[in-house]
Nanobody
Framework: QVQLVESGGGLVPAGGSLRLSCAAS????????VGWFRQAPGNEREFVAS????????VYAESVKGRFTISRDNAENTVYLQMNSLKSEDTAVYYC????????????????WGQGTRVTVSS
């Protein structure tokens, strides 16, 4: 049974930074790509970033490119999302999930979702 647990969310002023963590257990973590998604109230879940099994390849949504950085530590079974220059439109619940390939950006290609961590950016 795979378990993913997100943490690190909170309330931050616009322009601030947060680092989210996605801790995995129950499977060979390094065998899977990991993606971050987010969902704001009334919106569909949208892709944010993803990272390959080794961490050497990444994909970002245009809306976060240059501000967010995804990374992973396979020894710690953890994926991170460093979020800088946060904007009010980044407010959402952020989820991590696993997939076979890092270049997948649709939510239905991912499985083993975490419970999410809430990020609120005040303007």
């Amino acid at each position: 049974q795979v378990q993913l647990v997100e943490s690190g969310g909170g309330l931050v002023p616009a322009g601030g930074s947060l680092r989210l963590s996605c801790a995995a257990s129950g499977r060979t973590f390094s065998s899977y790509a990991v993606g971050w998604f987010r969902q704001a109230p009334g919106n569909e879940r949208e892709f944010v970033a993803s990272i390959s099994r080794s961490g050497s390849s990444t994909v970002y949504a245009e809306s976060v490119k240059g501000r967010f950085t995804i990374s992973r530590d396979n020894a710690e079974n953890t994926v991170y999302l460093q979020m800088n220059s946060l904007k009010s439109e980044d407010t959402a619940v952020y989820y991590c999930a696993q997939a076979t390939y890092y270049f997948l950006t649709r939510a239905n290609h991912y499985n083993y979702w975490g419970q999410g961590t809430r990020v609120t950016v005040s303007s």
